[in-house]
């Protein structure tokens, strides 16, 4: 089973993307904080793909991801945001980085995490 790490600080969103992801058959450990997020990637070394808020309180989603991959070079990411306009959805970022905008429905986090590390 795929594991991904979801991370956001609202914790509704959070809620159904953890919903969504556990429903298309992903193992998912959730996080309310980079912090969270970070402490959890040091403790699962299973985590292939971190989905996670840019706009956060305590860091950026751009600053998690770049200590993230320090603990786990080949991790791939999946930024979410409602404030990012002019960038496709899935397109934007280097290598192994996406963008999938806010609002999203079900299907499209769904298809952009199994076009990101499959099923």
Not at 27 to 49: D, G, H, K, N, T
Not at 58 to 82: C, D, N, W
Request: proline share 6%.
């Amino acid at each position: 089973m795929r594991t991904v790490l979801a991370v956001d600080d609202d914790p509704d969103v959070r809620k159904i993307a953890v919903e969504i992801l556990r429903t298309a058959g992903y193992r998912v450990i959730e996080a309310a904080s980079p912090a969270q997020a970070l402490e959890a990637l040091a403790l699962e070394p299973s985590v292939e793909l971190l989905f996670t808020d840019i706009m956060m309180p305590e860091m950026s989603g751009f600053e998690l991801s770049r200590r993230a991959k320090q603990i786990h070079p080949g991790l791939r990411v999946l930024y979410t945001s409602g404030y990012v306009r002019d960038a496709p959805d899935g397109a934007w970022c280097a290598g192994n980085e996406r963008l999938l905008r806010k609002p999203w429905r079900a299907r499209q986090l769904q298809d952009e995490v199994r076009s990101v590390i499959g099923r």
